[in-house]
């Protein structure tokens, strides 16, 4: 009682001393035009680094230090994506994967979501539920493929029942971890009011587990953009799985990595689609990377 | 009329947090609750407030028993327990959400300008300082007009500059509508500065010690001598309290009105 008051009283001082500078950044600040140069120069600096690394590849083949058969340089990679892309090649290989990872990922976040939550509100279920769950998270993914394979064929259905496993793991732990951690203080303030249950779900429970929701979607969606290789290396006709089987088998190194970079692509998109679509509805928070970020 | 009856709490862990307190405490009375730690004075405060029931002896308000949180009675707690993710306007709002929304603007609007934070309507409640939190907190329990506002050392967190000033207003807000405040705390100070009657608890089990009333009129005068001589008399108690050769009072004669020694 006493440490939290002390350390209350720290953060007291500490905010009222907040407000003086933040006004002096805003002086600092005030001239348009270099703040946002500031806002572009930041993803720029990240660029710096791989762009750089290209270029330098670029120059040692052309130079003749290496015959880049093995490492393509960026200027063959990119020529290779243009010919998959003028033969229509590409839009079937990405619309496959986009489709497989859009299907695995729905479902797994509808189940994940689901039984998460019954997880995390209700004490009986998660005793019932929680050690099988966890004994399932605990066999590697990958280990289900036969039996998939066997049970659901080696089409579409097997690839999208193995990505929605994929995913369903980090979003059901998400779901029930950030309900069992919802503050019981904040809990008793809608007790005070006297929220009925689905009020209180409404209210208060499902704004406070959003921050902890979107991250488990992200990390869904990232074993989702992992396991569609896996589903793709196992018997497939079309995507980017497939690309990279192919470009293997065919030794056409350039297909390889032209693949990896689509999937690095794909994968930033949907991650950065998340962020941005749910951004509004976190706007509240007091996070630790926006505060460095308005520096 | 908020009446305790022989209210005891005994934790399913075996703590035995209260024993036996019995208090009537009246409409527009100011009732400071305090004692050292452990004496059981925020189980007494959650009984009132419906959070968690007594395990023995009832709490009634107007003849109706309270087993659960009830419409009259608000609750102020150590922190502001403002909801992050709701405006400062929202957070005051979030008891009206029956009525309809001018109906709940208006008396939002009306609770933010009472409490000096209008400018504030919009900001997140991260943005405040303790202070202007708990100024939140206070018109977040005010706004619904209780009958009954309970403080859970409501200002304990504070620096002294702000907890004085949030002493001075709370007796402010207090006279629009005069509810009745139950105020748990461990500042003698603000006991005596709020207070029409301090209730001096003693711990193991918690249980009431001594009643002191008041009576000095309001604004009062902190430097004065007669203030000092208040806080004298509920400091003694306290000690007393703590004296464990000292025996409790006749727990029929501390069931009724106040006692003035």
Request: hydrophobic share 50%.
């Amino acid at each position: 009682m006493l440490h939290s008051s002390a350390r209350r009283v720290l953060a007291m001082t500490m905010s009222a001393e907040l407000p003086v500078t933040r006004e002096r950044a805003d002086a600092i600040a005030a001239p348009p035009i270099p703040a946002r140069l500031r806002r572009y120069a930041r993803p720029a600096l990240g660029l710096l680094l791989p762009l750089g690394l290209a270029l330098f590849w670029e120059l040692w083949v052309w130079l003749g230090y290496s015959n880049g058969r093995l490492v393509p340089p960026p200027t063959k990679i990119f020529a290779t994506v243009m010919e998959l892309a003028k033969s229509g090649e590409l839009t079937r290989h990405i619309t496959a994967t986009v489709t497989r990872v859009g299907a695995g990922f729905g479902l797994g976040v509808v189940a994940g979501t689901i039984l998460g939550a019954i997880s995390g509100y209700w004490g009986l279920a998660r005793q019932l539920l929680d050690p099988t769950v966890q004994a399932l998270r605990a066999i590697p993914s990958i280990a289900w493929v036969p039996l998939f394979i066997l049970w659901l064929g080696i089409f579409e259905t097997s690839k999208i029942a193995l990505i929605a496993v994929g995913v369903f793991f980090p979003v059901y732990l998400g779901v029930m971890g950030a309900i069992l951690a919802v503050d019981r203080k904040i809990v008793e303030v809608g007790r005070i009011f006297r929220l009925s249950g689905p009020a209180m779900i409404r209210r208060i429970l499902l704004p406070a587990v959003l921050p902890a929701y979107v991250v488990a979607l992200r990390v869904g969606l990232g074993l989702g953009w992992m396991f569609v290789v896996a589903a793709e290396f196992m018997g497939a006709s079309e995507g980017l799985g497939y690309l990279l089987i192919d470009g293997q088998q065919l030794g056409k190194p350039a297909q390889i990595v032209a693949a990896i970079v689509i999937f690095a692509i794909l994968g930033k998109t949907t991650d950065w689609l998340i962020e941005i679509a749910t951004a509004p509805l976190l706007r509240w928070q007091d996070a630790f990377g926006r505060q460095s970020g308005a520096a | 009329m908020l009446a305790l009856d022989k209210v005891g709490k005994t934790y399913p862990n075996g703590v035995h947090a209260l024993e036996r307190f019995s208090a009537r405490i009246k409409p527009g009375e100011i009732v400071a609750i305090i004692g050292g730690s452990g004496c059981g004075k925020s189980t007494l405060l959650r009984a009132i407030a419906g959070l968690d029931r007594a395990s023995t002896g009832t709490v009634t308000l107007d003849d109706a028993a309270i087993t659960a949180p009830h419409a009259k009675i608000g609750i102020i707690f150590q922190e502001p327990r403002l909801l992050p993710w709701l405006s400062v306007a929202d957070n005051i709002g979030f008891g009206l959400s029956d009525l309809p929304a001018d109906i709940r603007r208006e008396k939002v609007d009306r609770a933010l300008a009472r409490v000096g934070l209008a400018d504030k309507a919009k900001a997140w409640p991260r943005e405040l300082s303790g202070g202007q939190a708990q100024r939140v907190a206070i018109a977040r329990a005010l706004v619904p007009q209780p009958e009954v506002l309970l403080l859970d050392e409501p200002f304990s967190a504070l620096d002294a500059f702000t907890r004085r000033d949030l002493q001075d207003h709370l007796l402010d807000l207090w006279k629009d509508t005069r509810p009745t405040l139950i105020l748990v705390t461990h500042d003698v100070d603000e006991a005596v500065v709020l207070a029409d009657r301090v209730l001096v608890m003693r711990p193991r089990p918690g249980r009431l010690f001594e009643v002191i009333n008041i009576n000095l009129a309001r604004p009062r005068d902190r430097a004065s001598p007669l203030f000092e001589n208040f806080k004298r008399h509920v400091l003694t108690a306290l000690d007393r309290s703590l004296d464990r050769n000292i025996p409790d009072a006749d727990p029929k004669s501390m069931a009724g009105e106040a006692m003035w020694w």
